[in-house]
């Protein structure tokens, strides 16, 4: 089971060694997020047609664009699936979050500014929310020496953003929690509609909590 993308790929070329040093012959089911819907139904119907030994699902965080249950009647190495989300004793191999920020920190840390930001992933994703919390923990440790941290979150404040374009943009243009006192204006959202932007809330603006945000509305994320 895998997903577009360039990560995806090299995953893919790691085990093509082992497969056909074994004679594995390895059916490979392609998904993302336009086509997830139709897929989800028939996992299970797939699995009783080829009859596989085992399976590699490569299904990141906490997407539900596969339905989990149906891989309990088949042996399976779930890649960089949050292990919150899978049965206990199931096999997953993930990278950690934590860890890579740490190195990222540690780095940045060594250059001596005294405020520093995180930018989340275009859209809320849990492994995007643990390098958040990370990065501030590492450079809240830090303190001493005289620096501080602001997370991105928070650091939404008291900012104009005019007069830009943005071109087929995947995710949010703007995301913020306990935003206040942004202002959105004159900005151009261009989108040639390419199947590669099939996000609804891409192009959109999402601000929760905070005040005095001037955004124009239609842009602004409808939740129900």
Request: proline share 5%; charged share 20%.
């Amino acid at each position: 089971m895998a997903s577009f993308c360039a990560g995806n790929l090299q995953q893919r070329f790691g085990f093509d060694g082992f497969a056909r040093a074994a004679g594995w012959l390895v059916h490979v089911i392609e998904y993302g997020d336009h086509v997830a819907d139709g897929l989800k139904p028939v996992t299970a119907e797939l699995f009783r047609f080829w009859n596989p030994d085992g399976c590699i699902a490569e299904c990141g965080g906490t997407d539900d664009m596969l339905s989990l249950a149906d891989f309990r009647s088949v042996p399976t190495v779930f890649l960089d699936r949050h292990p919150s989300t899978i049965e206990k004793g199931a096999v997953c191999v993930t990278h950690d979050s934590a860890a890579i920020v740490r190195l990222a920190a540690r780095e940045l840390l060594s250059l001596g500014f005294s405020a520093y930001a995180f930018v989340d992933w275009f859209r809320p994703v849990v492994w995007s929310d643990e390098r958040g919390d990370a990065f501030a923990a590492q450079v809240e440790a830090n303190i001493a020496a005289g620096r501080q941290v602001v997370p991105s979150p928070d650091a939404v404040c008291d900012i104009l953003i005019e007069n830009n374009v943005f071109v087929n943009p995947r995710g949010y243009v703007l995301l913020g929690e306990n935003a206040s006192r942004v202002t959105f204006r004159d900005n151009q959202i261009l989108s040639d509609g390419s199947e590669w932007n099939p996000f609804p809330f891409a192009g959109k603006i999402r601000l929760r909590g905070g005040s005095g945000n001037d955004v124009p509305e239609d842009l602004q994320e409808k939740t129900t």
